[in-house]
């Protein structure tokens, strides 16, 4: 959802690729469902891991910890944004509150980042 949300919102030369140390096999279909109901869509989207989405081109590091410690991807500047994990969550509610919650935080940080440049 953040990497959907972030890529529909950015400014011009952001883009963000989402990973994790423990992906999942596939996009929760909860998470789609409520990311069609604000005109996103995921449903293409393949959870990937960390290692995948390093590259030379990393400017920013946003990490969705709760549960676990965030990884430290050194060089590169991060926040720590602790949500919780809806993995396993069957009602749509709890993916939509974290759906705004990291709409609310995405569209701080485009804004931060359109008045950095």
Not at 5 to 30: H, I, K
Not at 78 to 106: C, F, H, K, Q
Request: hydrophobic share 40%; net charge negative.
């Amino acid at each position: 959802m953040a990497e959907g949300l972030f890529n529909a919102m950015a400014p011009p030369g952001w883009r963000a690729d989402s990973a994790g140390t423990e992906p999942a096999a596939q996009v929760r279909p909860e998470a789609i469902t409520v990311m069609r109901e604000i005109g996103i869509d995921i449903s293409g989207h393949r959870p990937k891991h960390l290692r995948d989405a390093l590259g030379p081109d990393m400017a920013l590091v946003i990490g969705l910890c709760q549960e676990e410690a965030c990884p430290v991807v050194p060089g590169v500047p991060s926040e720590e944004w602790p949500l919780p994990n809806p993995a396993g969550a069957t009602d749509l509610a709890v993916y939509r509150r974290l759906r705004d919650e990291l709409r609310r935080r995405i569209d701080d940080l485009t804004t931060r980042l359109r008045t950095a440049n």
